[in-house]
């Protein structure tokens, strides 16, 4: 079982990036897939999730600017990020939340929550 994230870069305080995470998961269509960054210096934070439905969630910080989506027939989960700030730079990890919790709120922005994660994906934007 692996989850492959890419997309990766470094742009400009205003551009856009889209992140790409591959998985090679049985369960794809079940799971609830999210992503995750961390800052230089800081912990890792919960970006955005998406439930084998379709729902969404995203960190306060970056709605209206990050979307995130899922392509099951794939296994593919993306993440577009647009109108991207410095404080956005950070290591992006792509992870999946498997099983019987997968399909509950509580927790979706826990990263012990999600049992399969992928390298990361470093994005950086400058000012």
């Known amino acids: 079982v692996q989850l492959q994230a890419s997309g990766g870069g470094v742009v400009q305080a205003g551009d856009s990036l889209r992140l790409s995470c591959a998985a090679s998961l049985s369960t794809f269509g079940t799971s609830t897939m999210g992503w995750f960054r961390r800052a230089p210096g800081k912990q890792r934070e919960f970006v955005a999730a998406?439930?084998?439905?379709?729902?969404?969630y995203y960190l306060d910080s970056v709605k209206n600017r990050f979307i995130i989506s899922r392509d099951n027939a794939k296994n593919t989960a993306d993440l577009q990020m647009n109108n991207l700030k410095p404080e956005d730079t950070a290591v992006y990890y792509c992870a999946a939340r498997i099983g019987s919790r997968s399909s509950y709120f509580t927790g979706v922005k826990d990263a012990s929550e999600y049992g399969l994660w992928g390298e990361g994906t470093l994005v950086t934007v400058s000012s």
């Open positions: 998406i439930w084998s439905g379709g729902g969404t």
